[in-house]
């Protein structure tokens, strides 16, 4: 069973900037794609920037341009640097990471942005 942990979230002003980890128990090349995913209270759950096995990436359009996402191989992390943060962004961020089988979730950190 693979663990995925989150961390480095908390609150910060808008305009600010965070970076988000997601540790993973196992090494993160068995995983076809990494995500990073964000949900408010009683919205759906968004994709918000993806970097697959072979390093492309994919971002939401409301992150474009202010968020990075990045796998470091030999720490087997998948981390998200997010500058501009705006209150829009407040939201719990999830780690996703998809193997040929299954998928596995992390528990979550919460980012509040204020203004």
């Known amino acids: 069973q693979v663990q995925l942990v989150e961390s480095g979230g908390g609150l910060v002003q808008a305009g600010g900037s965070l970076r988000l980890s997601c540790a993973a128990s196992e090494n993160i090349l068995r995983f076809d794609r990494m995500d990073w995913y964000r949900q408010a209270s009683g919205l759906q759950r968004e994709l918000v920037a993806e970097?697959?096995?072979?390093?492309?990436?994919y971002y939401a359009d409301s992150v474009k341009g202010r968020f990075t996402i990045s796998k470091d191989t030999a720490k087997n992390t998948v981390d998200l640097q997010m500058s501009s943060l705006k209150p829009e962004d407040t939201r719990i961020y999830y780690c996703y990471v998809h193997d040929a089988i299954t998928d596995y979730w992390g528990k979550g950190t919460l980012v509040t942005v204020f203004s």
């Open positions: 970097v697959t096995r072979d390093g492309r990436t």
